[in-house]
């Protein structure tokens, strides 16, 4: 190899075959990198790995949180976890949502939770965040949709005694994804929840009719919540 040269070899491939004679002298000659992104299932290991390697701990309730809010990244969740390293060795909830960059599609997550609060400030404060970014009210609505669905999901799953692990395997998500939507379940009933998911269906039906403005449509929407079961 010379010294003064790096070669990089893309493999567009979920596996590479090892037992081939030039997979094996490359490998004894190279660093392999894994450069798969990271899913709802597979980030929250990668960031306890992350973790371990710059020496921090954080709380289990913190630590969930993150994993909800902080996106996807490998290279943004780990410079996130830098910022933290030099706060501290050990992060509250308050440390972790004080440092936290949250990514622009995790704000659904914080979306959904203004909704079933009956938050109206900070949910049209979400929305127009969203609509700053040049996303569609229909593809908000959906997300919004999308988020109260599974915890529609997770309500029924609780309703029939599943445990976490067990949800986590049914609806292949990340803990604290099934942690944050097991906490927004406890305060409804399954079939609040659908009637939920028929106003946002009726009020999609409506935008893309054009029989509003989808703008003022979804803000109306915001300042009827409470009025409605949501």
Sequence with gaps: KPDDKVVVFLCHSKKIDTRKKAIKTLA???????????????QPAEVREMMKEKGITMDPGAFEWFCAHAGYSSSNLSMQLDKMALYSNHLSM?????????????NVFKMTDALFEKDKVRLLGL??????????????????????RFVYQVRVLMDEGRSQNDMMKILNASSGRIWNSM???????????????????????????????????????????GAQEI
């Excluded at 308050?94 to 995790?106: F, N």
């Excluded at 406890?186 to 703008?215: C, N, P, T, V, Y």
């Design 28 to 42: 004894t000659n190279s660093t392999v990198i894994e450069c798969i992104g990271l899913t709802e299932k597979t």
């Design 94 to 106: 308050g440390d972790v949502k004080a440092m936290t960059t949250v990514e622009p599609a995790t």
């Design 127 to 148: 929305y127009r965040n969203f609509r700053r970014q040049n996303m569609e009210p229909i593809a908000i609505l959906a997300l919004l949709a999308s988020q109260i």
């Design 183 to 225: 906490r927004n379940a406890r305060r409804f009933r399954a079939d609040q929840l659908l009637d939920d998911l028929a106003w946002l269906s009726r009020l999609d039906e409506s935008m893309k009719s054009g029989r509003i403005d989808k703008d003022a449509g979804f803000e109306n929407f915001i300042l009827q919540v």
